[in-house]
């Protein structure tokens, strides 16, 4: 399926920032922060509306919901999905993909952890999870010691209901002892976004070479 792209060309970067929404948001929501998290311009910015429209919503999912949770089938083809993207980009652009990050808020957290986390991923430059869990879908195997190395940027809100600190902390947790480069924050919020998560975002953007 064609996914629909809102696209931060930056002339001469050679890095890419692949920004995933989360559930009811669309693919303008984060691009709107890639000015203040990257203002050196060392990245251009791939920022996909995610697969399935909400009813008289203007925003979409990245998957099927079931009253027993997410649809497997709608994650997995979501993974591979956004795979594909990211490695036609890559390849259209000569960028591979040791340059790319991926990140993601909520829904869209979830998915860059299974996309570089699940068996056979390629290596990323980093992985940005913003109020997110562990991917656990039957049918996605994680293979996180394969990402050891890789810098990961886990933030969260500690007054989250939808993701409690415990299930954000898990990530962290997940990705340590797998031998990821965890840079961990907590802010006083809940399900959302504060301009403090992103100035702490351009600082982590900023090491990665």
């Known amino acids: 399926m064609a996914l629909t792209l809102y696209r931060i060309d930056r002339d001469g970067a050679q890095r890419r920032l692949f920004l ?5 948001a669309e693919q303008h929501h984060l691009a709107a922060y890639v000015p203040l998290v990257d203002p050196e311009e060392r990245f251009s910015a791939i920022c996909p509306r995610a697969l399935h429209d909400l009813p008289d919503a203007d925003g979409a999912s ?20 956004v795979a594909a993207l990211i490695a036609e980009q890559a390849a259209e652009r000569a960028i591979p993909t040791e ?46 010691g394969a990402g050891a190395g890789t810098p990961a940027l886990v933030q969260f809100g500690r007054r989250d209901p939808i ?7 898990a990530v962290s947790d997940a990705l ?7 840079t961990e924050h907590g802010y006083d919020m ?19 070479p």
């Open 176 to 182: 340590r002892r797998a031998g990821w480069k965890v």
């Open 99 to 144: 340059r790319c990050v991926v990140g993601g808020f909520s829904q869209g957290g979830v998915l860059s952890l299974a996309l570089a986390g699940r068996r056979g991923a390629p290596r990323f430059a980093g992985v940005w999870a913003m109020c997110c869990a562990l991917p656990q879908v039957d049918g996605l195997e994680l293979d996180l």
């Open 62 to 81: 990245w998957w099927l919901r079931t009253p027993d949770g997410p649809e497997p089938g709608s994650v997995l083809a979501a993974v591979d999905t």
């Open 163 to 169: 993701i409690p600190v415990e299930r954000a902390g």
């Open 20 to 24: 995933l929404h989360g559930y009811s």
């Open 190 to 208: 809940d399900h959302s976004q504060r301009i403090e998560m992103m100035v702490d975002a351009r600082s982590w953007l900023a090491t990665l």
